[in-house]
């Protein structure tokens, strides 16, 4: 079955063990692999009915091409760029947006990283990445993942973007660990502290290029008294890259004590139709029971 082409997204590994993979941020098409193979022809004297005939030879495992927005400040496009400097091979990945974990896996190394700045348009890039050796590996979307996958996608590094401030500055921003956000959260609903949320989300949040804090939580107060367009950016960002939802942004907001206690909407008016109903129903048990209270006390049930 057809399925849209969005969400496709292009990860370089980092070499270690286990591998962690970052997506190339903001591209707008990923082409490949290309792969090829030659023929030899073998056509003889012997050879039936004027047909040429051949046999299988020497497999190309081809290219990757893509191209996007550039990025000249983004971490990972300034990663990718170095990588033309590199006389060794990385492990990449194409994810395919067909269930979300459907990958091409392959060694490869850059072979072109090309920038355009037009005058009347957006600034773009495009690359293109050589495989070697063995055809690209491919895990089908509808297999599980065993221990070892599960292990390496949870080692992937936190995504980090570029957010501009309202004065156009820039700021790095990153996601956070599992681990983090459980801190981040027993910190933000513990009655005693009453930490500011903006403060402290922004103080986890902050970081350099290379993804490394710029803050720590004792900073929270300090950017807690930033201006609020300033971190009002920083915030929003974070949300997204450490995947909160509305309702949890709703949690934090509160005060600790309403946190704590839970809060609860105003009870909902019955309707008309429902009100009459349960007015008629009060008054036929009232009905019922006026009998009964006229009997003496040892012949009610």
């Not at 003889?44 to 004027?50: T, V």
């Not at 990588?83 to 091409?104: C, H, Q």
């Not at 890039?125 to 996608?153: C, F, N, Q, W, Y």
């Not at 367009?229 to 939802?245: H, R, S, V």
Request: with cysteine; proline share 7%.
């Amino acid at each position: 079955m057809a399925h849209h082409a969005k969400g496709t997204v292009l990860k370089r590994g980092d070499g270690g063990s286990p591998e962690a993979f970052t997506t190339l941020a903001e591209m707008r098409r990923i082409g490949g692999p290309n792969q090829t193979k030659d023929s030899v022809e073998t056509t003889n004297h012997d050879s039936a009915n004027f047909r040429k005939e051949y046999l299988p030879s020497w497999a190309d495992a081809g290219t990757v091409d893509f191209e996007g927005n550039y990025l000249p400040g983004g971490a990972t496009h300034q990663a990718w760029e170095g990588d033309l400097e590199d006389t060794t091979n990385t492990n990449y990945e194409v994810i395919y947006s067909d269930s979300g974990s459907r990958k091409a896996s392959f060694a490869a190394h850059m072979t072109a990283w090309s920038p355009d700045s037009p005058h009347d348009d957006k600034a773009t890039v495009s690359g293109s990445l050589k495989l070697t050796g063995a055809s690209p590996t491919r895990k089908d979307s509808h297999m599980p993942l065993d221990r070892d996958e599960i292990l390496e996608l949870f080692k992937s590094a936190p995504e980090v973007r570029l957010v501009k401030l309202p004065g156009g500055e820039e700021v790095y921003v990153r996601g956070g660990t599992g681990l983090e956000r459980d801190k981040f959260e027993r910190a933000v609903c513990d009655k005693e502290s009453n930490v500011p949320f903006r403060g402290l989300l922004a103080a986890m949040s902050i970081c350099d290029a290379q993804g490394r804090a710029e803050f720590t939580e004792a900073d929270a107060e300090r950017l807690a008294a930033a201006p609020a367009a300033f971190l009002e950016p920083i915030t929003e960002a974070a949300f997204e890259l450490w995947g909160m939802n509305k309702r949890d942004r709703e949690d934090y907001e509160k005060t600790p004590e309403a946190r704590l206690m839970g809060t609860f909407p105003p009870r909902p008016r019955r309707a008309p139709q429902m009100a009459k109903h349960c007015r008629r129903t009060r008054r036929n048990r009232r009905a019922r029971a006026e009998p009964l209270a006229k009997l003496p006390e040892d012949r009610r049930l």
